[in-house]
């Protein structure tokens, strides 16, 4: 049974930090691309950071700089930290996993911007 799970949201506030987990089971972790998307009220679910098994990263330009994605393939898990964070930040994260079309989705953390 393929599961993804994510931890690690909250209330924070702007300027402050967080760091997402993901760990999942089920599947080959390692053969598969993991990628955070994130869904504001209202709004489409949007790609945030992408890893692929080579650990090559692609941020969304509004997080460039500021979120970091990384994998612990031993551990099955992928992380977002997620520095100098501003009100627009404020969604639900999910974690993805992609391999040859073939996508399974997390249930979302989220994660609340305020002061």
């Known amino acids: 049974q393929v599961q993804l799970v994510e931890s690690g949201g909250g209330l924070v506030h702007p300027g402050g930090s967080l760091r997402l987990s993901c760990e999942a089971s089920?599947?080959?972790?390692?053969?598969?691309?993991m990628s955070w998307y994130r869904q504001a009220p209202g709004k489409e679910r949007d790609l945030v950071a992408q890893?692929?098994?080579?650990?090559?990263?692609d941020y969304s330009d509004s997080v460039k700089g500021r979120f970091t994605i990384s994998r612990d393939d031993a551990k099955s898990t992928v992380y977002l930290q997620m520095n100098s964070l501003k009100s627009e930040d404020t969604a639900v994260y999910f974690c993805?996993?992609?391999?040859?079309?073939?996508?399974?989705w997390g249930q979302g953390t989220e994660v609340t911007v305020s002061s």
């Open positions: 993805s996993a992609i391999r040859a079309g073939k996508r399974h």
């Open positions: 089920g599947f080959a972790f390692n053969a598969y691309t």
């Open positions: 890893i692929t098994i080579r650990r090559s990263t």
